[in-house]
Every structure is written in C-alpha cells, then in structure tokens.
C-alpha cells in the first residue's frame, strides 16, 4: 500500500536524447510527488515536484506528467547532458497525513547520458 | 546560506556497539526527518521530529532512537549494532510539518559495520 514502484533500474542514453522514469503508487493518499537526484557521495536533491490536480509541469529541461486515474507519473529529461548522468529517484508524500515529513521514495533509477 | 549539516561524514562500528549521528537543519527549519539508504535502494523514513517531539515513526527497531533539541538539532541513536545497519543515513529538514513543503537532505553519514 504505502510503495512506490520505479522502473527501470538504469537508463543509458546518447547526449541530447530524451530519457523517461516512471514511477507508478497505490495509496491514492499521496497528494505530493518529488523527482529527487542524487550524485554519488551525495544526499539527494529536489529536482521537481507536482500535485496531483496538475497533469504536467515543466521546470527548464524537467517535465513531470502525472495521471491520476493510472496512478502513474513519469521524469523526462529534454536534451539530456553527461552531467545529467546521475540517480533518480521518485518520492510519494501524503501531506495530509500524520507523518508529514515521510517522503516514500521508488527504488531509484541509474542513468547514464554518453558524450 | 549552510544546507543541511551532517556529521560525522564516515564511521566505522563494530557489532554490538552504539552509534550517534548529528545533524544540523537549515536555519529557520523546525521538521528535522531521518532516513536510511542502503546502497543501491531509495532512502527509507525512520523517523520526524517536529518541535522536539517525535512526529511519525518508520518501521524500524526499538534500536534506533532520535531527539530533537531547542536549536532545532538532531540526533540519531542506533544501539547494538547490526552489520545490516551500514548505509548511509540521511538528515532532511523541511520549514514545518505542512505536507508539500520541500524537503532538503544532507549529504548523509556513511555507517559501516564490520
């Protein structure tokens, strides 16, 4: 009830394209859903966010799409560089419930963006 | 501005002994959360804190323990060490309990159990 499940485990892609994580939940609870990014020997950070009253939001090369009805949302990254080669990891949040700060995050997923 | 402190950065334990890691929220932050990420998995909620008072609680052992102090400081205990307990242990602060809030993490303590 409370995962997130995230696919796939690692992406390779060639600089400039497009490469898309998807992350799918159960708890129809979750009404706040982060895009963290993580470079190795450092904690994660706050790529972008959505609500689920929001179909797609767009921050610079970052776009979530969120479907409600599927339970599913997905990161796609536009133009994509090797310094975007990291881990990513999609969280879910019930902010209405009794554990504000929990974030349940997906299984992260490696990609690697080759010059 | 200082992000989220955490210290110490690397530790190395031995089975059965007790460990303590600090941390120090972004000023003005009063929700201090921690979390464990096993290498090769996403972070896991142990606990929140909020105005010193233990705000939600993951699915983790007695063994494990946390406060919060009046500067809004934290500390996480883990007692009698397992060698299951190496991961890295995240800090993350966020301005209050509000859901939403965006929540900053620090760059973790490494534990390693040997």
């Known amino acids: 009830q409370q995962q997130v499940k995230q696919s796939p485990q690692s992406l390779i892609v060639q600089k400039g394209g497009i490469p898309i994580i998807n992350c799918a939940y159960e708890n129809t609870a979750f009404d706040y859903f982060p895009w963290y990014q993580q470079f190795p020997g450092k904690g994660p950070a706050l790529l972008i966010a959505i609500r689920p009253d929001v179909s797609e939001k767009k921050e610079g090369r970052f776009t979530i799409s969120f479907n409600k009805s599927a339970k599913q949302f997905s990161l796609h990254i536009m133009d994509s560089q090797p310094g975007d080669s990291a881990t990513y990891f999609c969280?879910?949040?019930?902010?209405?419930?009794?554990?504000?700060?929990?974030?349940?995050f997906g299984q992260g997923t490696i990609l690697t963006v080759h010059p | 501005d200082a992000g989220v402190t955490q210290s110490p950065t690397h530790l190395i334990k031995t089975r059965g002994q007790q460990v303590t890691l600090r941390c120090s929220p972004i000023s003005g932050h009063k929700s201090v959360s921690w979390y464990q990420q096993v290498l090769g998995q996403g972070p896991q909620f142990i606990f929140q804190?909020?105005?010193?008072?233990?705000?939600g609680r993951g699915n983790f052992p007695d063994r494990f323990s946390a406060r919060q102090f009046p500067n809004y400081s934290s500390e996480l205990n883990v007692n009698a060490l397992l060698l299951g307990d190496s991961a890295l242990y995240l800090c993350?602060?966020?301005?209050?309990?509000?859901?939403?809030?965006?929540?900053?993490f620090g760059e973790g303590s490494w534990l390693t159990v040997v």
């Open positions: 804190y909020y105005e010193k008072e233990e705000r």
């Open positions: 969280a879910a949040q019930n902010a209405g419930g009794t554990s504000y700060g929990k974030l349940t």
């Open positions: 993350a602060s966020s301005l209050s309990l509000r859901g939403g809030n965006t929540i900053y």
